[in-house]
T-cell receptor, first 113, second 114 residues
């Protein structure tokens, strides 16, 4: 089974600062990779995904992530944080054979004005 | 577009009661699934379905049943509620079983078992 590790359950950044949320996965075969965002009392919404092709993936709201096979990582970044970015962020991978998504434990992002 | 609709949004049950959480999608998605979300544990897969008439267990299936009689609906049944089932439940659907497409999530059902 896959596993997903998100380093840092809580991250605080100042408004305008760089956002970096870390995600590492365990797999010998590159899986499909996703980042989801969850706003309070809502379901999860897709930010971006990597399936094949270019390893730098751009998503909604100015977020991007880079797939690094050698590091088994898929870190999420945004150059300049906005107050509206405060939310819970989940990294997920899908098992090519297992019909499942595997989610990390989530990172709560706080943006300080 | 309605997307994925879950009902109810909130529910309080007494220990031992049974209930069904409803999930419906109008996107003709092949794949549907149920997750529970608990603090510090992320989302854990309960059951999933790759098409009408086909269901399978996920990571935490005990105490839950599912069925998929139509493409649109995927209800989750709690047979005899326990306090350990207090959680937020999310239904999700995806276009196909290849898992290379995004999952669309419902708004969640917040369940409390007392």
């Amino acid at each position: 089974a896959q596993s997903v590790t998100q380093l840092g359950s809580h991250v605080s950044v100042s408004e305008g600062a760089l956002v970096l949320l870390r995600c590492n996965y365990s797999s010998s075969v590159p899986p499909y990779l996703f980042w989801y965002v969850q706003y309070p009392n809502q379901g999860l919404q897709l930010l971006l995904k990597y399936t094949t092709g270019a390893t730098l993936v751009k998503g909604i709201n100015g977020f991007e992530a880079e797939f690094k096979k050698s590091e088994t990582s898929f870190h999420l970044t945004k150059p300049s944080a906005h107050m509206s970015d405060a939310a819970e962020y989940f990294c997920a991978v899908s098992d090519l054979a297992g019909n499942q998504f595997y989610f990390g434990t989530g990172t709560s992002l706080t943006v300080i004005p | 577009n309605a997307g994925v609709t879950q009902t109810p949004k909130f529910q309080v049950l007494k220990t031992g009661q049974s209930m069904t959480l409803q999930c419906a999608q109008d996107m003709n998605h092949e794949y549907m699934s149920w997750y529970r979300q608990d603090p510090g544990m992320g989302l854990r897969l309960i059951h999933y379905s790759v098409g009408a008439g086909i269901t399978d267990q996920g990571e935490v299936p005990n105490g839950y049943n599912v069925s998929r009689s139509t493409t649109e609906d995927f209800p989750l049944r709690l047979l005899s509620a326990a306090p350990s089932q207090t959680s937020v439940y999310f239904c999700a659907s995806s276009f196909n079983r290849l898992m290379n497409t995004e999952a669309f999530f419902g708004q969640g059902t917040r369940l409390t078992v007392v």
